[in-house]
């Protein structure tokens, strides 16, 4: 198989970038260039320039960063999935106040900057709607893809009240808002999401408003096609999402039986070369990854766990050597931490130097790795699931097989992309090594006899692929799923034993939000399964 190293080159628009990232530092307005004005000022910015700027807001948590690896993510999901390796520790399946305030807060402040857009749009004249109208509708994809991971860590939120301080006049009080059901949150961005998929399918816009675009895109480059792509993509994951809950189960086989059998309506990311990903070309704009190094390394963050080196070891698997590396003293073998042994002897484990850590050349020194957002092999595995699951065998053998194929030509383009050399030479993958992998017992489609069993298979190719790299969706997934089977240490010590079932809500909700709050406080504990989790 050729490797490719061009999947596709966004543009990066450095005074765009910079305004937005100025956006989101609460800077005063003497701090801001005459050309991008602070949001809050309404008559002194514009449609474009406040969608860059609301894009920008979360860039952390798009990028790998220092704050989401090392605060948010290092004690929590990573855990949880079994991605990493770490040291048993009481408490240690109660994610911290620390990383769920950064990681919610960095939500509302993005949610606060589409308000602001939405206010700007709303003051347009009718025709000046319909010209940035694009503005609105890629902008609202890109909410609804972070407002469903929001939901899917925490259940109902604030949503369509909150965010909006600037529209109510700074009055602080008025502005603490209810939460909504996830369910109805769920319902509200589905049925949203599909008329934006007919409505992109019709749009069309000047030759000045499509520069604009094309300028201030820095996920898509203006793009069109591939923000058709996300949006039925984004789709068919939350529809997959919710498949199991019985209020949602004829909608979901419906529409994503819609969507896969009229691609030409409803296109999906089909190929890497489609990937939804902030592509980092130019390491002296905000838009890097060098905060990835610290981020995950630091503290032993990039131990690799025994459950995922079993598996690839035991396969064969060609990614092996482009995720992970050896540990100094193992001889070149690839040894996973196992969270059963005690804590000393994991320690001792640590401190040996043969334990396999996360290949620094692909991930963590990779200051070009890119924000992911959705991929290829993401979204064949949720094709390969929806035809299992209607009982077509051969459509679901090759989604199935082609999300493999696209994770491992993924990982390898990742490697080429670094300009570092930590890890060493990457060797080549070809397609004897890939298809023997694709007939190794673990593996093969073929070898497994029920449909149980290829869920099974689905599920872990799905926990490899994301790994440390799409942590809030292989949490999503492992909960609605319940695969692969993960074994854990319990912490007797601690009343939550095991990992938890969703995050709690942050302690500012119960201080400053009281009122609201108390509607949701009976499930805000981390034992109460998010709406869809029906196993």
């Given at each position: 198989?050729?490797?490719?190293?061009?999947?596709?080159?966004k543009?990066?628009?450095?005074?765009?970038?910079?305004?937005?990232?100025?956006?989101?530092?609460?800077?005063?307005?003497?701090?801001f260039?005459?050309?991008?004005?602070?949001?809050s000022?309404?008559?002194?910015?514009?449609?474009?320039?406040q969608?860059?700027?609301?894009?920008?807001?979360?860039?952390?948590?798009?990028?790998p960063?220092?704050?989401?690896?090392?605060?948010?993510?290092?004690?929590?999901?990573?855990?949880?999935n079994?991605?990493?390796?770490w040291?048993?520790?009481?408490?240690?399946?109660?994610?911290?106040?620390?990383?769920?305030?950064?990681?919610?807060?960095n939500?509302?402040?993005?949610?606060?900057?589409?308000?602001?857009?939405?206010?700007?749009?709303?003051?347009?004249?009718?025709?000046?709607?319909?010209?940035?109208r694009?503005?609105?509708?890629?902008?609202t994809?890109?909410?609804?893809?972070?407002?469903?991971?929001?939901?899917?860590?925490?259940?109902?939120?604030?949503f369509?009240?909150?965010?909006?301080?600037?529209q109510?006049?700074?009055?602080?009080?008025?502005?603490?808002?209810?939460?909504?059901n996830?369910?109805?949150?769920?319902?509200?961005?589905?049925?949203n999401?599909?008329?934006?998929?007919?409505?992109?399918?019709?749009?069309?816009?000047d030759s000045?408003?499509?520069?604009?675009?094309n300028?201030?895109?820095?996920?898509?480059?203006?793009?069109?096609?591939?923000?058709?792509?996300?949006?039925?993509?984004?789709?068919?994951?939350?529809?997959?999402?919710?498949?199991?809950?019985?209020?949602?189960?004829?909608?979901?086989?419906?529409e994503?039986?819609s969507?896969?059998?009229?691609?030409?309506?409803?296109?999906?990311?089909?190929?890497?070369?489609?990937?939804?990903?902030?592509e980092?070309?130019?390491?002296d704009?905000?838009?890097n990854?060098?905060?990835?190094?610290?981020?995950?390394?630091d503290?032993?963050?990039?131990?690799?766990?025994k459950?995922?080196?079993?598996?690839?070891?035991?396969?064969?698997?060609?990614?092996?050597r482009?995720?992970?590396?050896?540990?100094?003293?193992?001889?070149?073998?690839?040894?996973?931490?196992?969270?059963?042994?005690?804590?000393?002897?994991q320690?001792?484990?640590?401190?040996?130097?043969?334990?396999?850590?996360?290949?620094?050349?692909?991930?963590s020194?990779?200051?070009?790795?890119?924000?992911?957002?959705?991929?290829?092999?993401?979204?064949?595995?949720?094709?390969?699931?929806?035809?299992?699951?209607q009982?077509?065998?051969?459509?679901?053998?090759?989604?199935?097989?082609?999300?493999?194929?696209?994770?491992?030509?993924?990982?390898?383009?990742?490697?080429?992309?670094?300009?570092?050399?930590?890890?060493?030479?990457?060797?080549?993958?070809?397609?004897?090594?890939?298809?023997?992998?694709?007939?190794?017992?673990?593996?093969?489609w073929?070898?497994?006899t029920?449909?149980?069993?290829?869920?099974?298979?689905?599920?872990?190719?799905?926990?490899?692929?994301?790994?440390?790299?799409?942590?809030v969706?292989?949490?999503?997934?492992?909960?609605?799923m319940d695969?692969?089977?993960?074994?854990?240490?319990?912490?007797?010590a601690?009343?939550?034993?095991?990992?938890?079932m969703?995050?709690?809500?942050?302690?500012?909700e119960?201080?400053?939000?009281?009122?609201?709050?108390?509607?949701?406080?009976?499930?805000?504990?981390?034992?109460?399964?998010?709406f869809?989790?029906?196993?």
């Amino acid at each position: 198989m050729l490797i490719s190293k061009n999947f596709k080159m966004k543009k990066i628009y450095i005074p765009i970038i910079m305004a937005g990232a100025l956006l989101f530092t609460g800077c005063q307005e003497s701090d801001f260039s005459d050309d991008y004005s602070s949001p809050s000022k309404i008559a002194e910015t514009t449609v474009d320039k406040q969608f860059a700027g609301f894009m920008v807001t979360n860039k952390d948590y798009v990028l790998p960063s220092y704050p989401n690896y090392f605060i948010v993510l290092r004690t929590t999901l990573t855990r949880y999935n079994q991605a990493v390796g770490w040291v048993n520790a009481t408490n240690q399946y109660v994610p911290g106040e620390a990383g769920i305030a950064r990681r919610w807060d960095n939500y509302y402040n993005m949610l606060a900057q589409y308000r602001e857009l939405e206010k700007v749009y709303d003051e347009l004249t009718p025709e000046e709607q319909n010209k940035y109208r694009v503005f609105m509708l890629t902008a609202t994809i890109y909410l609804y893809d972070h407002t469903q991971k929001v939901v899917d860590l925490h259940g109902d939120i604030p949503f369509n009240e909150a965010g909006m301080l600037s529209q109510n006049g700074g009055d602080y009080i008025g502005s603490l808002a209810p939460y909504d059901n996830a369910e109805d949150l769920y319902t509200m961005m589905l049925d949203n999401l599909k008329t934006f998929a007919d409505e992109l399918n019709n749009i069309s816009f000047d030759s000045g408003t499509a520069v604009l675009f094309n300028n201030q895109d820095f996920l898509n480059g203006g793009d069109l096609d591939l923000w058709k792509k996300y949006c039925n993509s984004l789709r068919l994951r939350m529809l997959t999402r919710v498949s199991g809950v019985s209020s949602f189960e004829s909608r979901a086989d419906s529409e994503i039986a819609s969507i896969l059998n009229n691609p030409g309506s409803y296109p999906i990311i089909e190929s890497n070369d489609d990937n939804i990903q902030i592509e980092v070309t130019n390491l002296d704009t905000p838009i890097n990854s060098q905060g990835f190094e610290t981020g995950l390394e630091d503290w032993d963050g990039n131990l690799a766990s025994k459950a995922m080196m079993d598996h690839m070891n035991t396969n064969a698997d060609p990614r092996l050597r482009a995720m992970f590396e050896p540990g100094e003293s193992a001889g070149g073998v690839y040894n996973g931490l196992d969270p059963l042994l005690t804590a000393s002897e994991q320690e001792a484990a640590v401190s040996s130097g043969e334990l396999a850590i996360y290949n620094r050349t692909t991930l963590s020194r990779n200051d070009y790795f890119p924000g992911v957002l959705m991929n290829a092999s993401q979204v064949s595995f949720l094709v390969s699931e929806y035809y299992l699951g209607q009982g077509n065998d051969a459509m679901a053998k090759t989604a199935y097989e082609t999300g493999i194929r696209q994770s491992i030509e993924f990982y390898y383009w990742l490697n080429s992309l670094s300009a570092d050399n930590a890890a060493g030479e990457l060797m080549p993958t070809d397609e004897a090594e890939i298809s023997a992998y694709l007939m190794s017992p673990g593996v093969s489609w073929d070898a497994a006899t029920t449909g149980a069993e290829k869920l099974g298979l689905i599920g872990e190719q799905k926990w490899i692929h994301f790994n440390v790299v799409q942590s809030v969706e292989n949490w999503s997934e492992l909960r609605r799923m319940d695969l692969p089977e993960l074994e854990f240490q319990a912490d007797q010590a601690n009343p939550q034993t095991l990992p938890p079932m969703r995050w709690i809500y942050p302690s500012g909700e119960r201080i400053y939000n009281t009122e609201n709050y108390n509607q949701v406080s009976a499930s805000d504990n981390l034992t109460t399964k998010i709406f869809w989790d029906v196993n």
